[in-house]
């Protein structure tokens, strides 16, 4: 079969596609049905919807569930397949909510509005007679992260109609608050503890890799977030009468942050890159068989030049990254007026690798700017803090997670691999995924293994406007985990 | 009567003041009329509401008055008293159109909603039986500049109604088009030269002296604006599996930011300070007279330090600025998602003294910026020109205008400034505005010299939400207007 398999194809001999082709139309439409339910992070009346449809697609598969909660956090759905003489007990991970929607960024479209577009990026009606595999589904979480929900449930549906029998015990877990950082996933898995004691993390989320073929990853960067705030007059001024004599917040945060790199993706605050455990030759090995993507992405992305000193991709996720994902001070375009703005805000992500701690390195960011000469406040600043402080700035930053990395060669891993290719052929072994999943707090508190198995496409817009689904790796998605369910 | 005035006091002595107490309740309910009507200079079918409405104010007490009008552009509501045997003619300028408004700025009320504050910052009935001083009139243009034609209007009542004489032919000039950048004027002046000739421009916008003491200014710093692009990946990447990798053009652009000043308010870009016509003896010697405001106003706007190296507020207008009034990438708070955002826009605002040209200053920002490796475009770039050059923005300027400053000796200000004394006592000169008023053409295309006679309060937050006129300053803005209107 491997013959068959070359990159972005399908492994033709799964009965599992032929289950799938008849039932698109189907498929399709109850993916949408879930797609068009509010999902963001800070909704939580939308996500218990979110929950609650997710609980009767499972129990109308035969498969009994709950819902685990937690005071007034986003309930975790849970379903338990006992399989008779089962040894092992695997755990298919996957989260229901999403990232948060600045209306702003959907002005052509609504986030929630599940949308069939086809190559040309025009929408065409849901209901078609056979279905082009480059086609996409739109919609907010369509790949990010209900795509893998979806995925599960068809492959029960396969499964019970081919006859084919699970191996192992096989326990479903949907999170609703990844895209708000997992804040509260510990608490979650150390008061289900027993519950979910198993043999393997299956994590599903994230994208496969950039030639299109599956992917299996052995763990994550972890991520925090931190926003910084530099005040300047109490109140905006007139750029006229004050400008040249008033300090500019907005020119001294650009300032702050250009000193926070050396303008070629090297980060220049002290011990940054200090306690970072390096990629192993086995990780390295690995990176080095997978086809490269730079240049196809170079070209995609329409840039001349990337950052990483000529590294891989893949080889720079080794590395903390201190990312500026949004700054706002006053207005541009024809909002823009002649003012001295009254404060400027940046917020980063950081990326966090091995060797790292979360708040170890939101330390290190706050012991830099201190360094600048500023006062750092966890809040605004008084009147009298004012006078007397040349520089202040706010800064906040959100409890983050640290990164995990599984060991390639763990035995479990080999069975994985062998389930995964049945269904997908080939795979590609990555070491870590530049993305960050709460992957330590499974880890830590479990102590079971996990890896990863991504299905969305890596264009998938994942936190963007026009996020989508490419058909074909929901198509794809729906072997994979029928292999997974089965073949573990 | 100078013994009577101190600081911020009134003429007493002036009967126009008699004139107007009794009628404070009226004149704020016409000019709270005036101030609802829009005026954003991008909204031209209620610019003309504005001129229509100011052109019936005038013509109501008796001015001959026609509306000046070129191709689509908003029109210059003119006047023209002519009085027999005069021997000398006074144009009087003023602007009724306003700043853009960001509706997300404007939450907690409508921008053109007039209301009456008291010294609380609350709202109280427009109608009262008496005003205090220092009770505000808010709303867009309350201040900038709607107040001074206000004021003129009220002032020809004043005359008419105490018998008094005009000495010279009057003429009212109210622009449309002042926050738009007068685009259009240079074309107006010269099409209506014959119109306009005469021996003064009085130009009535800007705000008194910190201290509320009456000012007369006899230049303003020029003003352009330019808004730089970076241009990152061509869309939106998620900051995980990119971040590290591609190049952020948010974080690309703190850094030509900051490499444009040294930090502490000097400009680094290359001849951005050449050509500057400094300051002479009797202009240092008249801003040297000027009480000083700069502690109190640290305290008001909760500074411990200014720019401008220890020189006072007034001396810093004898330079150029580069004012960061706004910058934008991704988003901040709850709308931060994690993305290497696909570009990020800045916009400048630059103000010019006596000596340079706008034209050339953009130049020398965009020689900057060619310096540091970028390709400038007017434009977005191709994918072509992205996959060439590894830095690329756009950068887009609007055509500004340059700075003016008279002579403050030249025979015809002493007569203005004998009038002010009349209205307001001792006066305080000012060589330059920091802030800007399209001047440059008045004295290109008519050869005329100007004055600026200011009326607004300093912390009237001019440009800026809460935009207000004091009480006080309309009524002796009234008066002043009386004495320019009879004593020139």
Known sequence: MAALCIAGSLAAADPVRDYVLPRQQAILKEYAALIEIPNVSSDLPNL??????????????????RLLTLKNYAPIVFGEIKTPGAKRTINFYAHYDGQPVDPADWTTRQPFLPELRDQNNQVIPLEQTTYNSNWRLHGRSSSDDKAPIMAMAIALDAIKSLG??????????FEGEEEAGSIHLTEYLQQYKELVMGDLWLICDGPVHQNRQQSIVFGVRGATNIEITVYGPKRALHSGHYGGWVPNPAQRLTRLISGFSDGEGHILIKDFYKDIVPYNASEIAAIKKIPPVEDLLREEFGLAETEGDGKPLLETYSRPT??????????????GVNVIPAEATATFDIRLVKGLDAKTQVERVTAHLIAQGYLVLNRPPTD???????????????EGYNSVRSPLDM?????VIKAVEFSSGPVVLIPSSGGSVPLAMFVEVTKMPLVM????NHDNNQHAPNENLRLQNL????????ALLTRL
């Open 48 to 65: 218990r919807r979110n929950a609650d449809r997710i609980q009767q697609m499972y129990e109308k598969r035969g498969v009994p569930t």
């Open 384 to 398: 009298e803090e004012r006078l007397k402080h040349a520089k202040i700035l706010r800064l906040t930053s959100r």
């Open 322 to 335: 201190l990312n500026l994902r949004g700054i706002r001070a006053g207005d541009v375009g024809k909002g």
């Open 475 to 482: 198509w794809d998605g729906i072997s994979l985990m029928a």
């Open 411 to 415: 035995p479990i891993a080999q069975d």
């Open 453 to 456: 198995v991504p299905i969305a």
């Open 164 to 173: 084919l029998k699970h191996k192992s015990n096989i326990r479903f877990f």
